[in-house]
């Protein structure tokens, strides 16, 4: 910032004064006038009036333009405090010292210049503005030596007087520094009182605070002891007044105090009960159930929580107890009724247990001939045939529902199988319809399908068990329905892509249901209060397995219904998948059939005539050798002096011990040992699953014809001539796609140490299977080929049975490693061997 030089007329009494002539000042006028006559100037003034007084005496007695008493602001600028133009004063401002005169004054105390300073400081606009000549400064400083300002003086024109003037300005810039320091000190006082002022106020307003904290201290808490007064009394109301037993008990165990509740609880006076011998109690975060003595040593039971406090400056345990003598009593009865319907429901789960054989075997034959009738029949007496697929698809249907009721246990247990495919809902429905026309007909009951457009022709979903819902909600439907109709309808929503929503409406105009019973109706073994069970029966199963399975098939079911005008029941599955109609049908037309099977010898082992009879029929008009065995010693006897391709054993043969009996002595036959056995079973597939590692194929009962001819014609295929040959050798190629090999190499030697051992000398069947899958899996993990060529081997050679060749390949596992050791040495070397 420059300085502006504009002028106020300094009006004061200097003005009014003589002033000297300093030009005309000769060497024999006295040095101490001139002095005299300035001090005289501003010995009267205070300290502001001290800078103005000064600077104007210096530009009136010594004849020159311009003087300034500055105060240094930081390192770079300075603060006029006063300055003087030719008699009159000029405004205060902040002058820049750098390439000034003033910046040599602040560095080395002094700068004098008598002419031509304009051409030294070129840059300095102050000077060149001005037409500035001449030029005298000196460095204020205070005690400690420490620069504080500046006084100037600067004239249009050279100086006179070398001597004389250099003087002049060294004694007043010494009286200049005192007041300048004097002028700091008041200031750095001011700002120091001000502070204090500040700290007074702040601290004054701080006790303030705390008086009027403390005042409210006070009264908080006498409202906390009026509170605590008003909340004993309260408490000792609670106390005297609970339900609950309270006690106090010290460290001895004697009782200290006792509500009126326990005195009731222990049927004592108070007197009585603080001699009584309590014990020390335990404490603990959990209520203690405790056997009580009471008057005339009658017992009871509490409940009792305990914790540790202090009681008029004691230490003592605070108990309370809670009467449950009764609740005792009633859990006592409650186990003993639980005991009793455990006992009701394992009597109920040993008899289904015990008639579900004798339930499902004559199913089973039924089902079995009628799927042969059907066989036999479809081309040559379509009528007839028609009257088959009813009794076929009848009794299939009847076969879930008897198995679904044999295993409710299972269905409670949320064990339901499921089992997705692509079919035909509309194929579907038509058959169950067909089912139920004949009962319709004689009910003079309508049975109306309405199936929507936007339902696909074939979806991916469980087929029996949709039957199994269908099937109960329609015969439901039908058993409470007197006239009327039942109207079942198809229709798709929310679809999008290959997937919607299946929403199926089974409406009748029977009987209904109450609202009351609606919320118990889908509950096992529960019927409509309303309804005449002798006139319709049932067992209150339906709805309950209904409900269950559509859970499980992730759908939902709701009820409609209002009594005497009938029911609707709505199913609805989300995301069912629809499948191309193409790939279903190809499914189809590509079954095959016996005949297209390379002929077999094939032994039954069974004692169920009827299993048989229906094995042979599938087998009549093929050119297959079909042999039977009844009993163990007959199916022994037959294999040691027979040859045979497979065996069919139904897994309950006799009993499970004898059916495996049988299996052992078939592989310790060198003509038998890797012969296949199919075992056919009705158990369920849970059970079947714990012996399926002994077998190398399962026949669910009822056998299908299907299911059949799939079982045969896969070992058929299977006893092609495994792969055999084991290459241990690596390529570059086969080293380069392995990951991690070191790593690999690690989990080869644990197997080795672990595992491998253990099942080589125990030739556990199911052991070898699983050793096998994880060699596989360990192979895709580190893409490595000669541990999936060997996986590959071993599996094949479990897939028929050759214990040998399973022996021998067992013993080559060690291999694996050696191989993939050695040839990472090789690459080692050859890498470290490289320039």
Excluded at 544 to 566: A, M, R, V, Y
Excluded at 779 to 795: K, R, V
């Amino acid at each position: 910032m420059l300085m502006d030089f504009s002028t106020d007329s300094l009006v004061s009494h200097e003005k009014k004064k003589k002033a000297i002539d300093f030009e005309k000042i000769t060497n024999e006028q006295s040095f101490s006038d001139i002095l005299h006559h300035i001090f005289w100037g501003i010995s009267s003034a205070n300290q502001q009036e001290f800078f103005e007084s000064l600077v104007f005496h210096l530009t009136q007695v010594l004849k020159i333009d311009y003087a300034f008493i500055s105060q240094l602001e930081g390192d770079d600028a300075v603060n006029t405090l006063a300055g003087c133009f030719r008699g009159n004063k000029c405004d205060n401002c902040v002058y820049q010292l750098s390439n000034t005169p003033c910046e040599i004054v602040i560095k080395e105390g002094k700068y004098t210049c008598f002419d031509n300073i304009k051409k030294v400081f070129t840059n300095d606009i102050l000077i060149q503005k001005n037409n500035i000549e001449s030029y005298i400064g000196r460095a204020l400083y205070d005690q400690t030596g420490k620069i504080i300002g500046i006084l100037c003086v600067m004239s249009c024109s050279p100086l006179h007087n070398a001597k004389l003037l250099p003087k002049i300005i060294d004694i007043f810039a010494i009286s200049a520094a005192r007041e300048l320091e004097k002028k700091q000190a008041d200031q750095d006082l001011d700002k120091l009182n001000k502070t204090l002022e500040e700290l007074v106020q702040k601290r004054t307003n701080q006790l303030e605070i705390i008086n009027q904290n403390l005042r409210r201290e006070i009264k908080r808490r006498k409202n906390t002891e009026f509170q605590l007064i008003k909340q004993e009394n309260k408490f000792k109301d609670l106390v005297y007044n609970i339900d609950n037993g309270i006690i106090l008990v010290d460290t001895e165990g004697k009782i200290k105090f006792a509500n009126p509740a326990a005195l009731a609880i222990f049927e004592q006076p108070l007197q009585s009960l603080l001699e009584y011998d309590f014990g020390i109690p335990i404490v603990s975060n959990k209520p203690v159930e405790l056997e009580i003595i009471k008057a005339k040593n009658k017992t009871g039971f509490v409940e009792m929580n305990v914790t540790f406090t202090e009681w008029e400056k004691e230490s003592v345990y605070l108990v309370s107890i809670r009467e449950i003598t009764e609740r005792k009593k009633a859990e006592e009865a409650l186990i003993k009724a639980k005991e009793e319907a455990d006992l009701a429901n394992q009597a109920k789960t040993e008899f289904l247990a015990n008639v579900s054989h004798e339930l499902r075997t004559p199913m089973n034959a039924i089902l079995g001939f009628a799927e042969l009738l059907k066989l036999k029949l479809k081309a040559q007496e379509p009528p007839i045939y028609e009257y088959i697929e009813t009794i076929y698809n009848s009794s299939n249907s009847l076969l879930s529902l008897i198995n679904d009721l044999l295993d409710i246990n299972q269905v409670e247990a949320g064990k339901i199988e499921l089992n997705y495919h692509g079919f035909s809902v509309r194929t579907l429905l038509t058959e169950i319809i067909n089912i139920f026309s004949n009962q319709a007909s004689k009910q003079q009951l309508q049975l109306l399908v309405d199936i929507q457009d936007n339902v696909p022709e074939f979806i991916n979903f469980d087929s029996l068990r949709l039957r199994q819902i269908l099937v109960n909600l329609i015969g439901n439907s039908l058993k409470f329905t007197s006239k009327g109709y039942i109207k079942v309808s198809l229709s798709m929503q929310n679809l999008y892509g290959n997937y919607g929503t299946l929403k199926i409406e089974v409406q009748d105009t029977g009987i209904g249901i109450k609202d009351e019973d609606k919320q118990q109706i889908f509950e096992a073994f529960i019927q409509s209060q309303g309804q005449d069970n002798y006139r319709y029966g049932g067992n209150g199963l339906g709805l309950f397995i209904t409900q269950k399975i559509t859970e499980f098939l992730g759908g939902t079911i709701t009820l409609d219904s209002e009594w005497g005008e009938g029911s609707t029941f709505t199913l609805m599955f989300a995301d069912v998948e629809i499948v191309n109609s193409t790939n279903v049908l190809q499914q189809e037309s590509c079954e095959i059939t016996l005949n297209d099977i390379e002929t077999m010898t094939i032994l039954v082992v069974d004692n169920i005539p009827e299993h048989c009879d229906l094995i042979e029929g599938y087998f009549v008009g093929t050119e297959h050798n079909l042999m039977f065995a009844n009993q163990k010693e007959i199916a022994i006897n037959f294999i040691k002096s027979h040859c045979v391709d497979i065996i069919l054993m139904n897994l309950e043969f006799d009993t499970i011990n004898n059916s495996l009996e049988v299996l052992k002595i078939l592989r310790r036959q060198n003509k038998t040992q890797y012969t296949p056995v199919i075992s056919m079973t009705d158990l369920p597939l849970d059970m079947a699953e714990n012996h399926q590692t002994l077998f190398q194929g399962v026949l669910k009962q009822p056998i299908h014809y299907s299911q059949l001819v799939q079982v045969l014609s896969k070992i058929s295929l299977e006893k092609e001539e495994p792969k055999s040959n084991i290459d241990f050798s690596l390529t570059a190629s086969d080293y380069q796609v392995i990951t991690n090999v070191f790593d690999l190499l690690g989990k080869l030697q644990e197997i080795e140490e672990d595992s491998w051992n253990r099942i080589r000398q125990r030739m556990i069947l199911s052991e070898l299977q699983t050793f096998a899958h994880d060699l596989e899996h360990l192979g895709q993990t580190y893409n490595c080929p000669i541990l999936m060529n060997y996986s590959e081997i071993l599996a094949n050679y479990l897939s028929i049975l050759d214990i040998e060749q399973l022996s021998n390949t067992l013993e080559k596992f060690p291999q694996i490693r050696v191989s993939l050791l050695d040839y990472s040495n090789c690459v080692n070397r050859d890498w470290n061997s490289q320039p």
